[in-house]
Structure formats: C-alpha cells, structure tokens
C-alpha cells in the first residue's frame, strides 16, 4: 500500500503559480512511477504529467507543455507539479497517482490515488 497526500493547491489569479506536493508514505515510493490528473466540474479526469520511478522520464499534456513541470524527491517521498502561467482552463482538482507499472497511461492504470487538491485560477 502507498498512501499519497496532495497539498499546494490555492486561489490564484491567472498568470500567477503554484507549486503541487504529493507525499508518500508506505512501500518504497522509488519504486513507483507517478502522475498528476485533474478533475474539473462536470468533466471527465484527464492526465497531466507523470514521471518515471527514477524520475529520467517525464511526459506532459499538450494543454499544460511548456508551463507545468513534474519532478520527484525520491530521498523524501514527495513529487512535485511546478505550475507557471495559469489560466482560468486550469481549475479543477488536481490529483496524483501512483503504479509499479504503469508510467504514462490512463486513470484506471494506476493503483493509488490522494484525495486531492483544489486549484482554482481567476480570470
């Protein structure tokens, strides 16, 4: 079992940043490959970037390339989604996600998920 716990998320106007945290605790994090998804209001999860176990591999959403940027601390369990020039497009329920197996895949292949956290961009 891997228990994953996001924070970071806020109110922000658009232009602005914020910095997403997702910590683990558990089975060994570095063996999990990671990744974030968003939810927003009446529409369906979508993927956002996800990270390789060690962290050599990363892949983004057309939507967020070039503005978002997925980085892992293996030594304290934590993986990061570094979110510069927000747009209104943005708000939803950002979560992550955990599997042995899957990197870079749909919602249904990853095994562990937080309960998420709330980004909200102002026009």
């Known amino acids: 079992q891997v228990q994953l716990v996001e924070s970071g998320g806020g109110l922000v106007q658009a232009g602005g940043s914020l910095r997403l945290s997702c910590a683990a605790s558990g089975r060994t994090f570095s063996n999990y490959h990671v990744a974030w998804f968003r939810q927003a209001p009446g529409k369906e999860r979508e993927f956002v970037a996800a990270?390789?176990?060690?962290?050599?591999?990363?892949v983004y959403a057309n939507s967020v390339k070039g503005r978002f940027t997925i980085s892992r601390d293996n030594a304290s369990n934590t993986v990061y989604l570094q979110m510069i020039s927000l747009k209104p497009e943005d708000t939803a329920v950002y979560y992550c996600?955990?599997?042995?197996?899957?990197?870079?895949?749909?919602?249904?292949?990853?095994?562990?998920w937080g309960q998420g956290t709330q980004v909200t961009v102002s026009s």
């Open positions: 990270i390789t176990k060690s962290g050599g591999s990363t």
């Open positions: 996600a955990a599997s042995l197996v899957t990197w870079y895949g749909r919602s249904t292949s990853y095994d562990y």
